[in-house]
Nanobody
Framework: QVQLVESGGGLVQAGGSLRLSCAASGSIFSINAMGWYRQAPGKQRELVATITSGGSTNYADSVKGRFTIARDNAKNTVYLQMNSLKPEDTAVYYC???????????????WGQGTQVTVSS
């Protein structure tokens, strides 16, 4: 059984910062890419940022220069540092991991339960 548990969401004023964390636990053989997605009310879930096991990163244009993704492979944890937050960043943020649970199983994507980020103007 694999679990992704997010933490760090909350309410912040525009211009403020938040740091999200997501820890993967359970039966884990290896983790490939990890990432963050978000879903605002009435909108589709969208990619925010991803990071490979080697540290290569990819960001949505809307967050480039404001958000930074990082990971600690020893702790199976991915982070999202969010600076200069805007009201349009308000959404539920979901952690995602492309993970191999056992050496004899293929990789698959796992999702966290989501954490609410609200940015007030």
């Amino acid at each position: 059984q694999v679990q992704l548990v997010e933490s760090g969401g909350g309410l912040v004023q525009a211009g403020g910062s938040l740091r999200l964390s997501c820890a993967a636990s359970g039966s884990i053989f290896s983790i490939n890419a990890m990432g963050w997605y978000r879903q605002a009310p009435g909108k589709q879930r969208e990619l925010v940022a991803t990071i490979t096991s080697g540290g290569s990163t990819n960001y949505a244009d809307s967050v480039k220069g404001r958000f930074t993704i990082a990971r600690d492979n020893a702790k199976n944890t991915v982070y999202l540092q969010m600076n200069s937050l805007k009201p349009e960043d308000t959404a539920v943020y979901y952690c995602n991991a492309d993970l191999v649970p056992s050496s004899w199983l293929p990789s698959r994507k796992y999702w966290g339960q989501g954490t609410q980020v609200t940015v007030s103007s």
